[in-house]
């Protein structure tokens, strides 16, 4: 065995094949992706018909998670809308109070990990919100449009979808 043998298998150690996720089923796939399509497009379309601001980027995330993974803790109803409030909350409270200041954007990124956690409303794709915060430096109502009002459309697809086209039920919890 060569150095670069040694050094390549202490770098990358042998993948157990055995714990690898079983593939979903084409089915299942297309399924979740429309259903991805699908909250998208709903809030696409409200918030062009209200002319109000309903998108964000993290949604796109949250819709891996509701559709592709709906029974997960992550994907539920309580977890979803306040993990978006509380990180989108994070995001604009240390934008305000302490400015774009090289350490409030990865200080507001760790409270909102830490927030959710303590709440028990972990949502991954939410912890993007306080970037998108900084990015965009939007004012307080950011909280209601798009944070709270697209959160709510999303679960409220996720929930008709899953329940009558998936025939699943979800949520597991509110």
């Known amino acids: 065995m060569t150095q670069r043998d040694v050094v390549k298998k202490a770098i990358f150690p042998a ?13 299942l796939s297309v399924l979740a992706g429309l259903g991805g399509f699908l909250a998208i497009a709903a809030i696409t379309a409200l918030s062009n018909g209200l002319s109000l601001p309903l998108i964000l980027g993290s949604f796109g ?33 240390f934008l305000t109070f302490f400015g774009d200041f ?3 954007l990865p200080t507001a990124v760790g409270c909102s990990m830490a927030a959710m956690m303590l709440t ?21 109502s950011f909280l209601f449009m798009p944070t709270f009002a697209g959160a709510v459309v999303l679960v409220l697809v996720a929930f008709f979808y899953n329940n009558f086209v998936r025939k699943i039920p979800y949520p597991r919890y509110w």
Do not use: E, Y
Not at 66 to 84: C, E, I, K, W, Y
């Open 15 to 27: 993948v157990d094949q055995a714990n690898i996720p079983a593939r979903p089923s084409l089915k």
């Open 61 to 93: 995330a949250s819709c891996m998670i509701l559709f592709g993974l709906p029974d997960s803790p992550l994907a539920q109803p309580r977890n979803t809308v306040f993990g978006h409030l509380i990180c989108s909350f994070m995001g604009l409270f």
């Open 102 to 104: 090289w350490w409030a």
């Open 120 to 140: 028990r409303t972990v949502h991954p794709p939410a912890v993007s919100n306080p970037v998108i915060v900084f990015l965009i430096g939007p004012d307080w």
